[in-house]
């Protein structure tokens, strides 16, 4: 794969002598969290502060994800950022690249992704704490932002496969919400219809323990909209966590 540097970031990159695999690779950063050291590799992930802009670099060196189409396996950034531009090119809100670049050096096959940061984002696992003390209207509006989110997604015929609250990031602007996707690795096409939009949904209502009966309608209404059957989802993915809850 081709290098990548989006055109909106390449020149503050080139002042500051980034604009290239190599610099990115041997910059020294402090890591955020601890790197991730499984699949026979390491993965890490950095924050990059350029004046004013904020990125998150992410570095990895035989990190390798497996598929049907590379049963060999490839960097699982290379897959991220192929779902970050397609989401761009579908105008599914997420997270932006700056960079992208892959090497084979000494054996090992490397990868950097460097994504612009999200600040002033929270993610939903912020918004959800102290959820009952938030006004009515907040949280009418943190569900609706949500649920057309995830109705954008699967419309496109993407299907997130992660879809967590630590992963669906918020921004409130005159009491109104945005939102937007984080953790593409594991996006795919949506093959399998509705069975794979309840099996997209279902983790989120599962994590998101705080939302009543009620409020969980609210965000499938802004998903299926004013003509679709509200109850039909909410039996369906009723069903599904229950199936999955009697398996542990």
């Known amino acids: 794969m081709k290098d990548f540097i989006a ?6 990159l080139e002042q500051h002598g980034l604009a290239s695999y190599e610099a990115l690779w041997a910059l020294t950063l402090a890591a955020v969290d601890e790197p991730n050291t499984e699949r026979g590799g390491w993965s ?78 929270q993610d939903l696992e912020h918004w959800l704490q102290g959820w009952t003390e938030r006004s009515e209207a907040q949280r009418m509006a943190i569900l609706r932002a949500c649920g ?13 496969g992660c879809f967590y609250p630590k992963h669906i990031f918020l921004r409130e602007r005159d009491g109104e919400f945005a939102a937007q ?22 983790p989120l209502l599962r994590r998101a323990s705080s939302w009543s009966e009620a409020e969980v309608c609210e965000l499938l209404l802004a998903y299926v909209g004013s003509g679709g059957d509200v ?16 398996r542990r």
């Open 148 to 160: 057309e989110l995830v109705r954008r997604l699967h419309d496109a015929r993407q299907m997130h």
């Open 44 to 121: 890490c992930v950095y924050r990059l502060e350029l004046g004013e802009a904020a990125y998150y670099l992410k570095r990895q060196s035989n990190y390798l994800g497996r598929s049907l189409r590379r049963p060999f396996g490839e960097p699982t950034f290379a897959r991220e950022f192929r779902s970050i531009q397609r989401y761009r090119q579908l105008g599914i809100p997420a997270l932006r690249a700056a960079f992208f670049a892959q090497r084979r050096v000494a054996g090992e096959q490397r990868a950097l992704l460097l994504t612009r940061a999200l600040d002033g984002w």
């Open 181 to 202: 996707l984080i953790d593409l690795e594991k996006t795919r096409s949506l093959w399998f219809g509705e069975r794979d939009r309840i099996k997209d949904l279902e």
């Open 7 to 12: 055109s909106e970031d390449s020149a503050l």
């Open 231 to 246: 109850q039909r989802w909410w039996q369906r993915l009723g069903a599904r966590r229950h199936n999955k809850e009697s």
